[in-house]
Protein backbone atom coordinates (compact mmCIF):
# COMPACT_ATOMS: atom_id res chain seq x y z
CA UNK A 1 0.00 0.00 0.00
CA UNK A 2 1.54 3.24 -1.23
CA UNK A 3 -0.30 6.40 -0.32
CA UNK A 4 0.67 9.93 -1.86
CA UNK A 5 -1.06 13.63 -1.44
CA UNK A 6 -0.43 16.51 -2.73
CA UNK A 7 -1.05 20.10 -1.83
CA UNK A 8 -0.23 20.11 2.14
CA UNK A 9 -1.66 23.14 3.61
CA UNK A 10 -0.94 23.80 7.22
CA UNK A 11 -3.79 24.48 9.64
CA UNK A 12 -4.17 26.61 12.86
CA UNK A 13 -3.93 24.18 14.95
CA UNK A 14 -4.96 20.59 15.21
CA UNK A 15 -8.43 19.08 16.96
CA UNK A 16 -7.08 21.44 20.39
CA UNK A 17 -5.15 24.11 19.95
CA UNK A 18 -1.54 22.68 21.59
CA UNK A 19 -1.46 20.23 18.36
CA UNK A 20 0.31 21.27 15.10
CA UNK A 21 -1.92 19.94 12.39
CA UNK A 22 -1.83 20.14 7.83
CA UNK A 23 -4.44 18.78 5.29
CA UNK A 24 -3.06 17.24 2.53
CA UNK A 25 -5.04 16.62 -1.15
CA UNK A 26 -6.67 18.04 -3.62
CA UNK A 27 -9.53 17.03 -4.57
CA UNK A 28 -12.85 16.79 -2.57
CA UNK A 29 -12.98 18.16 0.32
CA UNK A 30 -9.22 18.22 1.50
CA UNK A 31 -9.08 20.42 -1.55
CA UNK A 32 -12.35 23.04 -0.86
CA UNK A 33 -11.28 26.24 0.74
CA UNK A 34 -13.99 28.97 1.89
CA UNK A 35 -14.84 31.18 -0.81
CA UNK A 36 -15.61 33.82 2.06
CA UNK A 37 -15.30 33.87 5.83
CA UNK A 38 -12.01 32.66 8.12
CA UNK A 39 -9.66 29.50 7.65
CA UNK A 40 -11.07 26.24 8.13
CA UNK A 41 -10.37 24.13 11.01
CA UNK A 42 -8.89 20.52 11.47
CA UNK A 43 -12.23 20.10 13.34
CA UNK A 44 -14.78 22.10 10.73
CA UNK A 45 -13.19 19.68 7.68
CA UNK A 46 -14.00 16.58 10.33
CA UNK A 47 -17.55 17.68 10.19
CA UNK A 48 -17.92 18.65 7.05
CA UNK A 49 -16.46 15.32 5.88
CA UNK A 50 -19.24 14.10 8.42
CA UNK A 51 -22.39 16.63 6.92
CA UNK A 52 -21.50 15.73 3.26
CA UNK A 53 -21.53 12.39 3.70
CA UNK A 54 -24.68 12.01 5.16
CA UNK A 55 -26.26 14.82 2.87
CA UNK A 56 -25.56 12.74 -0.35
CA UNK A 57 -27.81 10.08 0.89
CA UNK A 58 -30.83 12.35 -0.36
CA UNK A 59 -32.34 13.57 -3.55
CA UNK A 60 -35.03 15.90 -2.19
CA UNK A 61 -34.27 19.13 -0.27
CA UNK A 62 -32.57 17.95 2.47
CA UNK A 63 -30.41 19.75 5.48
CA UNK A 64 -28.11 18.36 7.81
CA UNK A 65 -26.50 19.87 10.58
CA UNK A 66 -23.39 18.27 12.41
CA UNK A 67 -21.60 18.70 15.29
CA UNK A 68 -18.84 16.53 16.71
CA UNK A 69 -18.98 14.37 13.78
CA UNK A 70 -22.44 13.59 14.83
CA UNK A 71 -25.40 14.87 13.05
CA UNK A 72 -27.60 16.71 15.87
CA UNK A 73 -30.75 17.53 13.49
CA UNK A 74 -31.76 16.06 9.48
CA UNK A 75 -34.52 16.93 7.53
CA UNK A 76 -36.04 16.69 4.32
CA UNK A 77 -38.67 18.72 2.77
CA UNK A 78 -40.58 20.22 -0.51
CA UNK A 79 -38.05 23.61 -0.41
CA UNK A 80 -34.40 23.89 1.19
CA UNK A 81 -35.76 26.52 3.79
CA UNK A 82 -38.31 24.56 5.09
CA UNK A 83 -36.20 21.43 5.57
CA UNK A 84 -33.02 23.89 7.24
CA UNK A 85 -35.63 25.16 9.52
CA UNK A 86 -36.78 21.66 10.53
CA UNK A 87 -33.31 20.20 11.08
CA UNK A 88 -32.07 23.11 13.27
CA UNK A 89 -35.15 22.81 15.34
CA UNK A 90 -34.48 19.23 16.32
CA UNK A 91 -32.12 20.49 18.32
CA UNK A 92 -31.30 24.51 18.70
CA UNK A 93 -28.73 24.04 21.45
CA UNK A 94 -26.80 21.84 19.80
CA UNK A 95 -27.05 23.44 16.27
CA UNK A 96 -24.97 26.85 17.99
CA UNK A 97 -21.53 26.64 16.66
CA UNK A 98 -22.47 23.73 14.08
CA UNK A 99 -21.62 22.80 10.54
CA UNK A 100 -24.23 22.94 7.60
CA UNK A 101 -24.50 20.69 4.56
CA UNK A 102 -27.65 21.85 2.53
CA UNK A 103 -28.05 20.15 -1.24
CA UNK A 104 -29.27 23.55 -3.27
CA UNK A 105 -28.54 26.75 -3.88
CA UNK A 106 -29.29 29.06 -1.00
CA UNK A 107 -30.63 32.26 -1.37
CA UNK A 108 -31.28 35.19 0.42
CA UNK A 109 -34.10 34.37 2.29
CA UNK A 110 -32.72 31.23 3.35
CA UNK A 111 -29.06 32.83 4.35
CA UNK A 112 -30.73 35.00 6.73
CA UNK A 113 -32.38 32.55 8.44
CA UNK A 114 -29.20 30.99 8.83
CA UNK A 115 -27.45 34.00 10.44
CA UNK A 116 -30.12 34.03 12.94
CA UNK A 117 -27.60 31.39 14.79
CA UNK A 118 -23.92 30.93 15.21
CA UNK A 119 -22.85 28.50 12.66
CA UNK A 120 -19.32 27.58 11.67
CA UNK A 121 -19.81 26.18 7.96
CA UNK A 122 -22.18 26.45 5.66
CA UNK A 123 -21.82 24.05 2.54
CA UNK A 124 -23.95 23.87 -0.71
CA UNK A 125 -23.81 23.35 -4.13
CA UNK A 126 -24.17 27.37 -5.07
CA UNK A 127 -24.87 30.44 -3.55
CA UNK A 128 -27.02 33.33 -4.77
CA UNK A 129 -24.40 36.73 -4.50
CA UNK A 130 -27.64 38.17 -2.45
CA UNK A 131 -26.85 35.29 -0.10
CA UNK A 132 -23.17 35.94 -0.04
CA UNK A 133 -23.53 39.49 1.16
CA UNK A 134 -26.32 38.53 3.64
CA UNK A 135 -23.75 36.18 5.36
CA UNK A 136 -20.47 38.38 4.91
CA UNK A 137 -21.85 40.03 7.70
CA UNK A 138 -20.94 37.38 9.69
CA UNK A 139 -16.92 37.16 9.18
CA UNK A 140 -16.29 34.67 10.86
CA UNK A 141 -18.14 32.16 9.14
CA UNK A 142 -17.25 29.48 6.18
CA UNK A 143 -18.98 29.18 3.15
CA UNK A 144 -18.10 26.63 1.47
CA UNK A 145 -18.68 25.35 -2.22
CA UNK A 146 -20.31 21.45 -2.33
CA UNK A 147 -17.17 19.57 -3.72
CA UNK A 148 -17.97 16.29 -6.05
CA UNK A 149 -17.17 13.39 -3.87
CA UNK A 150 -14.17 11.66 -4.20
CA UNK A 151 -14.80 8.06 -4.25
CA UNK A 152 -12.16 6.00 -1.73
CA UNK A 153 -11.72 3.56 0.99
CA UNK A 154 -11.44 4.35 4.35
CA UNK A 155 -8.46 5.19 6.04
CA UNK A 156 -7.45 5.42 9.77
CA UNK A 157 -4.37 5.77 11.46
CA UNK A 158 -3.31 3.41 14.45
CA UNK A 159 -0.26 2.73 16.31
CA UNK A 160 2.30 1.21 13.88
CA UNK A 161 -0.02 0.98 10.46
CA UNK A 162 -3.29 1.90 8.98
CA UNK A 163 -6.49 0.09 8.52
CA UNK A 164 -8.59 0.23 5.15
CA UNK A 165 -12.01 -0.62 4.30
CA UNK A 166 -14.49 -0.13 1.62
CA UNK A 167 -16.89 2.49 2.59
CA UNK A 168 -20.51 1.42 3.38
CA UNK A 169 -23.32 1.59 0.81
CA UNK A 170 -26.60 2.60 1.62
CA UNK A 171 -28.66 -0.51 0.86
CA UNK A 172 -32.44 -1.57 1.08
CA UNK A 173 -33.11 -5.21 0.94
CA UNK A 174 -34.84 -5.43 3.79
CA UNK A 175 -37.30 -7.90 4.94
CA UNK A 176 -40.46 -7.77 7.25
CA UNK A 177 -40.39 -9.76 10.22
CA UNK A 178 -43.48 -8.91 12.29
CA UNK A 179 -47.54 -9.52 11.79
CA UNK A 180 -47.44 -6.16 10.93
CA UNK A 181 -46.17 -4.38 7.89
CA UNK A 182 -45.13 -1.07 7.91
CA UNK A 183 -47.50 1.75 6.80
CA UNK A 184 -46.22 3.58 3.67
CA UNK A 185 -45.46 6.61 6.45
CA UNK A 186 -43.45 4.21 8.62
CA UNK A 187 -41.56 2.95 6.23
CA UNK A 188 -40.55 6.86 5.05
CA UNK A 189 -39.63 7.73 7.92
CA UNK A 190 -37.93 4.20 8.78
CA UNK A 191 -35.72 4.71 5.55
CA UNK A 192 -34.72 8.48 6.77
CA UNK A 193 -33.90 7.28 10.44
CA UNK A 194 -31.57 3.89 8.99
CA UNK A 195 -29.77 6.61 6.17
CA UNK A 196 -29.27 8.91 9.82
CA UNK A 197 -28.10 5.90 11.07
CA UNK A 198 -25.51 4.70 8.88
CA UNK A 199 -23.50 8.24 9.44
CA UNK A 200 -23.97 8.61 13.72
CA UNK A 201 -21.25 7.41 16.15
CA UNK A 202 -22.55 3.63 17.71
CA UNK A 203 -24.28 2.93 19.73
CA UNK A 204 -27.16 4.59 18.23
CA UNK A 205 -30.56 5.18 17.96
CA UNK A 206 -32.75 7.61 15.68
CA UNK A 207 -36.38 8.65 16.17
CA UNK A 208 -37.77 10.17 12.86
CA UNK A 209 -40.93 10.78 11.10
CA UNK A 210 -41.09 10.88 7.39
CA UNK A 211 -39.27 14.48 7.26
CA UNK A 212 -37.13 14.98 9.69
CA UNK A 213 -35.39 12.88 12.51
CA UNK A 214 -36.86 13.69 16.00
CA UNK A 215 -34.36 12.43 18.64
CA UNK A 216 -30.92 11.47 17.98
CA UNK A 217 -28.59 8.95 20.74
CA UNK A 218 -25.49 8.60 19.67
CA UNK A 219 -22.02 6.95 20.93
CA UNK A 220 -23.15 5.17 23.94
CA UNK A 221 -21.88 2.51 25.12
CA UNK A 222 -24.97 1.00 25.77
CA UNK A 223 -27.97 0.76 23.32
CA UNK A 224 -30.77 0.97 25.60
CA UNK A 225 -29.01 3.62 27.19
CA UNK A 226 -28.93 5.74 23.32
CA UNK A 227 -32.25 5.29 23.35
CA UNK A 228 -33.07 6.90 26.39
CA UNK A 229 -31.07 9.85 25.50
CA UNK A 230 -32.74 10.42 21.90
CA UNK A 231 -36.10 9.90 23.76
CA UNK A 232 -35.10 13.00 26.18
CA UNK A 233 -34.04 15.36 23.61
CA UNK A 234 -36.70 14.52 21.19
CA UNK A 235 -38.14 18.20 19.86
CA UNK A 236 -41.61 16.64 19.21
CA UNK A 237 -43.86 14.00 20.50
CA UNK A 238 -42.80 10.21 19.48
CA UNK A 239 -45.64 9.03 18.89
CA UNK A 240 -46.20 7.35 15.72
CA UNK A 241 -42.57 7.87 15.25
CA UNK A 242 -40.15 5.34 13.54
CA UNK A 243 -36.83 4.16 15.20
CA UNK A 244 -33.86 2.44 13.73
CA UNK A 245 -31.12 0.59 15.50
CA UNK A 246 -27.34 0.66 13.83
CA UNK A 247 -26.94 -2.87 14.99
CA UNK A 248 -28.85 -5.96 16.07
CA UNK A 249 -31.30 -5.45 19.24
CA UNK A 250 -29.67 -8.77 21.70
CA UNK A 251 -32.70 -8.20 24.11
CA UNK A 252 -36.22 -7.03 23.81
CA UNK A 253 -35.62 -4.23 26.18
CA UNK A 254 -34.04 -1.02 23.52
CA UNK A 255 -38.00 -2.21 21.42
CA UNK A 256 -39.77 -1.70 24.50
CA UNK A 257 -38.15 1.96 25.72
CA UNK A 258 -38.88 2.97 22.22
CA UNK A 259 -42.53 1.63 21.62
CA UNK A 260 -43.10 3.10 25.31
CA UNK A 261 -42.45 6.32 23.77
CA UNK A 262 -44.46 6.13 21.22
CA UNK A 263 -42.88 4.56 18.10
CA UNK A 264 -44.65 2.41 16.20
CA UNK A 265 -42.19 0.61 13.67
CA UNK A 266 -38.41 -0.80 13.89
CA UNK A 267 -35.29 -1.06 11.86
CA UNK A 268 -32.36 -3.07 12.59
CA UNK A 269 -30.25 -5.45 10.87
CA UNK A 270 -31.28 -8.76 12.82
CA UNK A 271 -29.25 -11.29 13.24
CA UNK A 272 -28.71 -11.86 17.15
CA UNK A 273 -29.52 -15.25 18.72
CA UNK A 274 -32.61 -13.87 20.31
CA UNK A 275 -34.33 -12.52 17.39
CA UNK A 276 -37.15 -14.78 18.12
CA UNK A 277 -37.46 -13.31 21.71
CA UNK A 278 -37.47 -9.89 20.18
CA UNK A 279 -39.92 -10.39 17.26
CA UNK A 280 -42.25 -11.89 19.69
CA UNK A 281 -41.72 -8.28 22.26
CA UNK A 282 -42.85 -6.48 18.62
CA UNK A 283 -45.86 -8.23 17.47
CA UNK A 284 -47.16 -8.09 21.42
CA UNK A 285 -47.13 -4.61 21.10
CA UNK A 286 -48.03 -4.37 17.70
CA UNK A 287 -44.79 -2.90 16.32
CA UNK A 288 -43.87 -2.85 12.59
CA UNK A 289 -40.32 -4.33 12.23
CA UNK A 290 -37.69 -4.89 9.84
CA UNK A 291 -34.74 -6.15 9.02
CA UNK A 292 -32.04 -4.80 6.78
CA UNK A 293 -29.46 -7.91 6.91
CA UNK A 294 -26.76 -5.44 7.56
CA UNK A 295 -25.16 -3.27 10.15
CA UNK A 296 -23.97 0.03 9.99
CA UNK A 297 -21.79 0.83 12.75
CA UNK A 298 -19.54 3.39 13.32
CA UNK A 299 -16.19 3.86 15.65
Known amino acids: LSLQFAGGRTLRYGENPHQQAAIYGTSGIAGTEPIQGKQM ?50 DPVSAYGSVISLNREVDRVLAEEICKTFVEVVVAPSF ?17 VL ?25 EHWE ?17 AWK ?47 VASDAFLPFPDTLEVAANAGATALVQPGGSIRDKEVIEAANKLQMAMVFTGIRYFKH
Not at 216 to 236: F, P, T, Y
Open 147 to 171: PDPSPADEIRTIDGGVLVQRTPEYR
Open 176 to 192: VITDRDPTPDEMKALQL
Open 128 to 144: SPESLSVMSRKETMRVL
Open 41 to 90: SYNNYLDVNAGTGLLREFDEPAAVIVKHNNPCGVAVGANLLDSYISARDV
Open 196 to 242: VCKHTKSNTIIFADQKHTLGIGAGQMSRVDSAKIAIEKACASLKGSA
